[in-house]
């Protein structure tokens, strides 16, 4: 089975861009992994930011967005507020099973 | 709005069994495949099993194959899986989830501690 990486943690100042990666053992992400990105706080269930790669839900805040990245899926946060501190998590589909990424735990310091 | 909402969980010894359920509202769910996705505490998320829309097909994680069964009730609405043979790593919060029109909705997830 494939295996999804992510980095284990990361740091952003308040207001400023960090840049989130999930990436395949299998090989280039592509949109035909259709990649979502999942935001989870303390005690609370995951809720969807991305889908698709790219495109938000409607509670998504703008400053979040998705793209491909150098053969990885991206989460990009710009404009960091406290409340973005939260582990997320990205998923690949594999034409079957979903296959999450380990999870990035994001601290705004 | 979608719902789903979790339930069974509770306190199991090591090779019990139980039952969990998931109440779906706010959508076709008929239509719909579900997911049971599991987070053991402090740890990440991991898919469990997957059923589609009518029942008639089912896929399991390597970790739960041969002891978990997942099946639904479209008349009812709900979503179960059958939990048996559990171990202390089956020990998670279970999550059902649904995929609609490509955003990936959640139920609050249920407590499973196996222990003696």
């Known amino acids: 089975q494939a295996v999804v990486t992510q980095e284990p943690s990361l740091t952003v100042s308040p207001g400023g861009t960090v840049t989130l990666t999930c990436g395949s053992s299998?090989?280039?992400?592509?949109?035909?992994?259709?990649p979502y990105w999942f935001q989870q706080k303390p005690g609370q269930a995951p809720r969807t930011l991305i889908y698709?790669?790219?495109n938000k839900h409607s509670w998504t805040p703008a400053r979040f967005s998705g793209s491909l990245l150098g053969g990885k899926a991206a989460l990009t946060l710009s404009g960091a507020q406290p409340e973005d501190e939260a582990e997320y998590y990205c998923?690949?589909?594999?034409?079957?099973?979903?296959?999450f990424g380990g999870g990035t735990k994001l601290t705004v310091l | 709005e979608v719902q789903l909402v979790e339930s069974g969980g509770g306190l199991v010894q090591p090779g019990g069994s139980l039952r969990l359920s998931c109440a779906a509202s706010?959508?076709?769910?008929?239509?719909?495949?579900m997911h049971w996705v599991r987070q053991a505490p402090g740890k990440g998320l991991v898919w469990v099993s997957r059923?589609?829309?009518?029942?008639?097909?089912?896929s399991y994680a390597d970790s739960v194959k041969g002891r978990f069964t997942i099946s639904r009730d479209n008349a009812k609405n709900t979503l179960y899986l059958q939990m048996n043979s559990l171990r202390a790593e089956d020990t998670a919060v279970y999550y059902c989830?649904?995929?609609?029109?490509?955003?990936?909705?959640w139920g609050q997830g249920t407590l499973v501690t196996v222990s003696s």
């Open positions: 989830a649904t995929q609609i029109r490509g955003v990936v909705h």
């Open positions: 706010g959508f076709t769910f008929s239509s719909y495949w």
């Open positions: 059923i589609n829309s009518d029942g008639s097909y089912t």
């Open positions: 299998t090989g280039a992400v592509t949109s035909g992994h259709y």
């Open positions: 698709d790669t790219s």
């Open positions: 998923l690949l589909s594999y034409s079957g099973p979903w296959v």
